[in-house]
């Protein structure tokens, strides 16, 4: 039958009030929850000694300078490559998680997921269990209702505000930044950034949570494309749980399965769906209706697994009693093993980027208004801008020198016919240079000269070098 109705595209939000569980999958969460945030909110703190002109705050992304610095590693402007390559590794091993895993980066790294468990903990401690906040939910608006809502939204808040300060020391010195934060005198910026990261964690994590996942988060669509029916995933043994205890058909006498209909894997589930009506996109493989399902079983007597990490491709045999195939068969397949190939092809061609660079590096730029200058003596002179980047976090002193087929003479602007000059800890210097060529040398008359200016550190004899064109009368 039609309909001129078109499908609803948005269900309002119903209250999830999961259970409190306990078990492997669980306390592997609280791990992961204490360690991510740990590095996020200690991370800041972490001092890293670089010398007296460069910051000590171990990780920091300094717009100003335009320097990212990451313990003992600096990446400047130019050097943005590393950055994307890493955005790439992260892209890719996001792929070959979700093709071995499925959703394990949902259920249990991702910001939204971590920081929404953390609510829900904060709600269990202040409201009480499922059954409390149940009945806290329908019941009227007295003073205790009032007392423990506001109490939670208070905790959710200071949490909230911890989470976008925490975002704001990356980006300057923290014990400077936060000090400048407690006396109002701090760039209107950090105070709009973290006004802006607070309101959005304590909406995101404290109301919409599984409407995030749902609703605003694309990769509930992506991750079809990465998985298939090798991907090992949380799903429910419908051939083993199958008929469920209260069923019509089991009251009719037909043999009951280990399924006794419980609830128990609803009532823990964080965005409300029941993993017995099969892979659903909602799923954020959490692995919670592992852990309750699994409590259940061993009171009832049964064995563990009704609910558990398991691949599709192994149903049919494990239908017939037979075993499903080892974990590694799955894991280790064409795709997931492309998908490592080049994750760690791009990850050593980043590290050894990395050790090769060079410590010093110059840019030269002609001066082409005009293109040459013609001296009183007749010579020609061509002037140059020497851009040298010193990335060593020390003070060095630079020798400047040029290499051609032709006789061309080098001086530097304003060191008096001193070839030599000084480049401070971790900056980039700009040099005026003049290269000029006698009224017989060929190529005060050539068109063009090629040649090859070079800076050498004489502290450790570093060599940059870049070639360049020299134009003569002829060049007109």
Not at 430 to 441: K, M
Request: charged share 20%.
């Amino acid at each position: 039958m039609s309909s001129d109705t078109p499908p609803a595209l948005y269900a309002p939000q119903e209250p999830i009030f999961p259970r409190k569980v306990k078990g492997f999958f669980r306390t592997f969460k609280w791990w992961i929850m204490a360690v991510t945030l740990g590095i996020y909110y200690l991370t800041p703190w972490l001092r890293w000694d670089r010398g007296p002109s460069l910051p000590d705050q171990a990780v920091l992304i300094d717009m100003a300078n335009r320097r990212f610095y990451f313990f003992w590693i600096e990446i400047w402007s130019h050097e943005f490559y590393f950055v994307a390559g890493l955005l790439i590794m992260a892209g890719l091993g996001l792929f070959l998680f979700t093709s071995a895993l499925g959703r394990v980066w949902c259920g249990y790294a991702c910001p939204q997921t971590v920081w929404t468990d953390l609510f829900i903990l904060v709600e269990r401690w202040i409201e009480g269990d499922r059954n409390a906040r149940v009945r806290l939910w329908n019941s009227k608006w007295t003073l205790r209702k009032w007392r423990l809502r506001l109490t939670k939204w208070f905790v959710w808040l200071l949490i909230a505000v911890a989470t976008g300060g925490a975002w704001v020391f990356y980006f300057a010195d923290a014990p400077t930044l936060l000090a400048n934060l407690l006396i109002f005198s701090a760039h209107p910026a950090a105070y709009l950034t973290i006004a802006i990261l607070t309101a959005t964690t304590f909406v995101f994590g404290g109301f919409m949570r599984e409407q995030v996942c749902i609703y605003m988060c694309p990769w509930p669509r992506i991750q079809a494309a990465m998985m298939d029916p090798d991907t090992i995933t949380v799903a429910y043994r419908e051939w083993r749980g199958e008929d469920r205890k209260n069923s019509e058909a089991v009251k009719a006498g037909a043999p009951q399965g280990d399924c006794i209909d419980c609830m128990a894997c609803v009532n823990v589930c964080p965005v409300g769906i029941d993993i017995r009506d099969g892979q659903q996109m909602e799923c954020i493989t959490c692995a919670l209706c592992i852990d309750a399902c699994d409590d259940v079983m061993a009171r009832i007597g049964k064995p563990r697994g009704l609910i558990d990490y398991i691949a599709l491709s192994d149903e049919e045999a494990e239908r017939a009693g037979a075993a499903p195939k080892k974990l590694m068969s799955h894991i280790l397949r064409p795709r997931t093993m492309l998908y490592t190939a080049v994750w760690m092809l791009i990850g050593v061609g980043l590290v050894y980027a990395l050790f090769v660079r060079s410590d010093i590096e110059m840019t030269v730029s002609p001066v082409r208004n005009p293109t040459y200058v013609l001296q009183s003596d007749g010579s020609i002179r061509n002037i140059y801008d020497v851009r040298l980047r010193n990335k060593l976090g020390e003070e060095r002193e630079f020798h400047l020198s040029l290499t051609s087929d032709e006789n061309l003479r080098i001086e530097l602007g304003g060191r008096d016919n001193l070839l030599s000059f000084t480049a401070p800890a971790d900056t980039t210097v700009l040099q005026r240079v003049y290269v000029t060529a006698r009224p017989q040398e060929p190529a005060a008359s050539l068109a063009r000269t090629d040649l090859r200016l070079w800076v050498e550190d004489l502290g450790n004899e570093d060599k940059a070098s870049q070639s360049t064109i020299f134009n003569g009368r002829e060049s007109k």
